[in-house]
């Protein structure tokens, strides 16, 4: 049996025992009623006529004779007369006189007049009102017993006695006891509609699940969530949070979600608009951290439950794809000056061959001067480290095909070689390549310059660029809400996770001057100017390679 009937079923049997206790007593208390009012009416009936003046003044007279008086004479007398009339019209059983021997002055059965009654009356001739539940020559009766006093007062001198018959007092009972049965029946009819109203109510509310199985679906959803690393959001049809587990709560940096409306959340407008329509976000910069959001609708026999919003943190994987990005720069320029300097090899090895000293020493000289694989990036013998030169004549390259030029600031001084090369060439492509997309943007040739300065270990680069500059209260750090930010890599999120990278060793990135002046009004640039300050990503002494290309030109050739 389905747990919604047994529900059903108690609550039934519920309804029906409080209805049968509730009849019950009221029944009682009907009957109470109808017999306290049957003994008060004989009462006040009794009272009354023991109050009459001809019924005391006869009674006296009678309670003064000393012999008991015939029945032939109490038949035709006023007593009986007066009884009889005051029962016809009071419906009584009876009306009864006596005198103070217990003689029966009026009675309904004139054959017992002059008897004496059949039950107690000494009370009565003491002076009590009795009113009692007793059985007599005329049955069970409801009566009232009343002293009847001489017309000169003194001592009871008789009584009356009037009785209703048990049948007719209970005549009006059934009537009542009919009424509290339709009312039970139509409280029992409410209660059994109640009943099956929240039947379905709770069956719709848990889509028909049992408690067993609702139990378990709490198990597996605890399970599910906590034993996965990514974050999950359920929201109802009204967009109301119902569930979120704790991966969800840290990568979105929230703040008790549960029973809060989605628009409510502390979340980027993009990524709740995405949410809202369904659409998935591959790159979502939230606080510190790259996200990919997939939204799911929840269907449940036809009915729209809500959405399940699945939150994967893709910080690491943007941070490495930054880094792989810029090393494959550096791995191309390198391969690139590779091939240059194998090919300058050759001809000297040409030239030694063919026994032509001389050209072949003037070549070297030649190289030795210039270097040994021409560079479009001017001044760069300004940084001594292999590595960023190979990163920036990657990006020179780049930058080159776009019309920009790539040049390095006199105020450079690196005295270091670059140790953690992974990290600083991801900040530094970064800023390079916002910068030449800046600068390209222009009609004539842009220009972007790098200035590097070494602190101990710490390495600080500023990126100029001669573009429009950054529009003013634009927050470039925060993701931009346009669509090509999942579309195109590192389109709004490159800033952001640069800065991340900076803070995690220890520095920073920040906008020096976001520019937009003359872009001849030297010395400053029409450009905007970003700086970094990475520590520990530099070595105290240059390292052998650096040292090497450092003093070649001065060393001679042999």
Excluded: Y
Aim: charged letters at 20%; aromatic letters at 4%.
């Amino acid at each position: 049996m389905r747990f919604t009937t047994r529900l059903f079923l108690v609550q039934v049997a519920v309804v029906v025992a409080v209805l049968l206790v509730c009849t019950g007593a009221f029944s009682v208390i009907a009957v109470g009623q109808v017999r306290s009012a049957a003994e008060e009416n004989a009462l006040n009936i009794a009272r009354s006529v023991a109050a009459m003046p001809d019924v005391r003044s006869t009674v006296a007279t009678w309670s003064d004779d000393p012999g008991t008086p015939a029945a032939d004479d109490l038949v035709a007398g006023p007593l009986q007369r007066t009884a009889l009339a005051i029962a016809d019209r009071t419906d009584a059983l009876f009306v009864v006189i006596t005198d103070d021997h217990g003689i029966r002055l009026a009675h309904p059965s004139a054959d017992r007049l002059g008897e004496t009654v059949s039950t107690p009356f000494a009370r009565v001739l003491a002076g009590d009102e009795v009113v009692d539940w007793e059985v007599g020559t005329l049955g069970r009766s409801a009566r009232a017993k009343v002293p009847v006093l001489p017309p000169d007062g003194g001592a009871p001198v008789g009584e009356v006695s009037v009785g209703f018959e048990e049948g007719s007092v209970l005549d009006d009972l059934p009537a009542l006891l009919l009424a509290i049965g339709i009312a039970a029946l139509l409280a029992l009819g409410v209660g059994v509609t109640a009943g099956s109203i929240l039947r379905r109510r709770w069956e719709k509310t848990t889509l028909g699940l049992q408690p067993e199985e609702l139990t378990a679906l709490v198990q597996q959803q605890s399970a599910v969530l906590d034993g996965v690393g990514d974050g999950v959001l359920a929201l109802d049809e009204a967009g109301i949070v119902r569930v979120a587990s704790d991966a969800a709560v840290r990568l979105l940096g929230l703040n008790a979600p549960v029973g809060r409306s989605l628009h409510d959340l502390p979340l980027p407008a993009n990524v709740v608009r995405a949410i809202e329509e369904g659409l998935p976000v591959h790159h979502a910069v939230v606080g510190a951290r790259v996200l990919a959001i997939d939204v799911h609708p929840v269907r449940h026999g036809g009915r729209e439950l809500g959405d399940v919003v699945v939150v994967r943190d893709r910080t690491d994987v943007a941070e490495l794809n930054e880094q792989l990005s810029s090393v494959q720069t550096v791995t191309g320029a390198l391969r690139m000056q590779r091939h240059e300097f194998s090919n300058r090899l050759h001809v000297a090895a040409g030239l030694l061959d063919a026994e032509r000293v001389g050209d072949a020493r003037a070549f070297l000289d030649d190289l030795l001067e210039r270097g040994s694989v021409p560079t479009t990036v001017a001044h760069i013998e300004r940084v001594p480290d292999l590595f960023l030169q190979a990163l920036l004549t990657g990006k020179a390259a780049e930058a080159g095909a776009r019309g920009v030029r790539l040049v390095v600031g006199e105020d450079t001084l690196l005295l270091g070689a670059l140790d953690r090369v992974e990290d600083a060439a991801a900040v530094i492509g970064n800023l390079l390549d916002n910068a030449i997309a800046a600068a390209s943007g222009e009609g004539e040739a842009g220009w972007v310059e790098a200035t590097f300065l070494s602190d101990d270990d710490t390495l600080v680069v500023t990126i100029a660029d001669s573009g429009h500059g950054v529009a003013s209260g634009r927050d470039v750090f925060a993701p931009t809400p346009g669509p090509d930010d999942d579309r195109v890599r590192g389109r709004g999120i490159g800033l952001p996770l640069s800065r991340e990278l900076a803070r995690r060793l220890g520095g920073d990135l920040w906008l020096i001057d976001p520019g937009g002046g003359d872009a001849d009004a030297a010395p400053r640039p029409a450009g905007a100017v970003f700086a970094a300050r990475l520590p520990g990503v530099l070595r105290s002494e240059p390292s052998a390679a650096s040292a090497a290309a450092t003093a070649r030109p001065e060393e001679p050739i042999a």
